[in-house]
């Protein structure tokens, strides 16, 4: 299962003028998992729907939609998966791929990069699309609620769900000194 979207297919429907084409498309989270890598901070968790028009203006591409779906994240404080509903409109511009030889080249970044994007092959990547819209939903620090209550540090239980008999991990910090003399003082004797 291929997420390319073939531009080639794009004004073929009633010869010379070229349509917009509106694109409808669901996809199945089991579908993403061999694109996405492991380490990503996120799982898709319910089926993405991708509805968008593709408009072609020259040798560029203009895509209007909205991408959504619900992702899974690991809360940064508890550790625990949690989800997060997406519900992305984009707007973005595709430009056919630089030559590999300008590559390497210094190319002036304007705020248009933001939403420029390239195809190649007459396709766009819809897989990459919709992995940057995911990434764009993210929140800075992903958090199972603001309240979460983390972790203990000795033993690790979730305080969300349990206290443990650890002891207070803040302690004075003048208490501490008396007891590095303390132990000083028992090596001494010893
Ligand atoms: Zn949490
Ligand atoms: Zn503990």
């Not at 531009?7 to 998992?33: A, I, M, T």
């Not at 991708?50 to 408009?55: A, E, R």
């Not at 195809?119 to 620090?141: C, I, N, R, T, W």
Request: proline letters at 5%; aromatic letters at 6%; glycine letters at 6%.
């Amino acid at each position: 299962m291929t997420m390319q979207f073939d531009l080639r297919q794009l004004g073929r429907q009633k010869g010379g003028s070229l349509r917009d084409e509106h694109v409808d498309r669901s996809f199945q989270p089991s579908e993403f998992e061999a694109s996405i890598g492991q380490d990503e901070e996120y799982k898709v968790a319910a089926p993405v729907h991708l509805v968008m028009d593709v408009h072609k203006d020259g040798e560029a591409y203009r895509v209007t939609g909205r991408v959504t779906t619900r992702l899974q994240l690991e809360c940064g404080r508890c550790l625990d998966p949690f989800e997060i509903a997406v519900d992305n409109p984009f707007e973005l511009r595709y430009v056919p791929e630089p030559a590999a030889a300008a590559e390497g080249e210094e190319r002036e970044v304007s705020e248009d990069d933001l939403t420029t994007a390239y195809y190649k092959e007459d396709s766009l990547d819809l897989g990459e699309l919709m992995h940057e819209q995911f990434v764009l939903a993210l929140p800075m620090k992903p958090l199972c609620s603001e309240r979460c209550k983390g972790l203990c540090v000795h033993c690790g239980t979730n305080f969300n769900k349990e206290t443990c008999a650890c002891a207070p991990s803040w302690t004075d910090p003048r208490l501490a000194v008396l007891e590095g003399l303390k132990t000083k003082l028992i090596k001494k004797e010893t």
